[in-house]
Nanobody, 127 residues
Framework: QVQLVESGGGLVQAGGSLRLSCAAS????????RGWFRQAPGKEREFVAA????????YYADSVKGRFTVSRDNAKNMVYLQMNSLKSEDTAVYYC????????????????????WGKGTLVTVSS
């Protein structure tokens, strides 16, 4: 069974940091673009960050650029999201996703769907 499982969410004060992890199992994801998305209460799910299947290219939403860093470890089937300088508006459920052979920039376009989604991890930033 193929699964993506997020971890690392929690409560943090504004200005603090968190590191999210996404563990993939059931198959190799080395040929998949990997991305992070988030959904705040009452809002639609939005793109946050992505990394290409080869790991050489990344792409970020303007709202997190310079504060968040996405990385991956294909040997471990893992992808990470380091979040620094957190703001109250970063509060959301964060989801990881994977799409076969996707570039980082293409991952930002959810219209074409994702092959796999995790169930999410909640990040709450208190002001």
């Amino acid at each position: 069974q193929v699964q993506l499982v997020e971890s690392g969410g929690g409560l943090v004060q504004a200005g603090g940091s968190l590191r999210l992890s996404c563990a993939a199992s059931g198959r190799s994801f080395s040929n998949y673009g990997r991305g992070w998305f988030r959904q705040a209460p009452g809002k639609e799910r939005e793109f946050v960050a992505a990394i290409s299947w080869g790991g050489g290219l990344t792409y970020y939403a303007d709202s997190v650029k310079g504060r968040f860093t996405v990385s991956r470890d294909n040997a471990k089937n893992m992808v990470y999201l380091q979040m620094n300088s957190l703001k109250s508006e970063d509060t959301a459920v964060y989801y990881c996703a994977a799409r076969f052979s996707s570039t980082a920039q293409a991952m930002a376009d959810m219209r074409y769907g994702m092959d796999y989604w995790g169930k999410g991890t909640l990040v709450t930033v208190s002001s």
